[in-house]
Nanobody, 126 residues
Framework: QVQLVESGGGLVQAGGSLRLSCAAS????????VGWFRQAPGKEREFVSA????????IYGDSVKGRFTISRNNFEDTVNLQMNMLKPEDTAVYSC???????????????????WGQGTQVIVSS
């Protein structure tokens, strides 16, 4: 059973950058797509980005396109989310989750993902 742990969150000023990491253990990570979602206080969980099992496909939520970049290293069992030009509205708990196995296309639906990590807090000050 693959387990995910997020890290890299913190406090940053608007315009700054953070790099989140999603590390896997306990199973064959490389067969799964991985997605990042975020949830701000009082709001529903929002799709951020996803990457296919081999890194060949990526998708982004409209609010982060052009600012965030997702990547993965299947040798190190990690998926990273590079977040640039951060805005106060990016403040949220960011969580990663496993997606479908060996599927080339990606969906931004929460229902397509499972085995969520515990999340890492990102706070962007204005």
């Amino acid at each position: 059973q693959v387990q995910l742990v997020e890290s890299g969150g913190g406090l940053v000023q608007a315009g700054g950058s953070l790099r989140l990491s999603c590390a896997a253990s306990g199973g064959v990570f490389s067969m799964y797509a991985v997605g990042w979602f975020r949830q701000a206080p009082g709001k529903e969980r929002e799709f951020v980005s996803a990457i296919s099992w081999n890194g060949g496909s990526t998708i982004y939520g409209d609010s982060v396109k052009g600012r965030f970049t997702i990547s993965r290293n299947n040798f190190e069992d990690t998926v990273n989310l590079q977040m640039n030009m951060l805005k106060p509205e990016d403040t949220a708990v960011y969580s990663c989750a496993l997606g479908p196995q060996y599927r080339s296309y990606l969906l931004d639906s929460e229902s397509d993902f499972h085995s969520w990590g515990q999340g890492t807090q990102v706070i962007v000050s204005s």
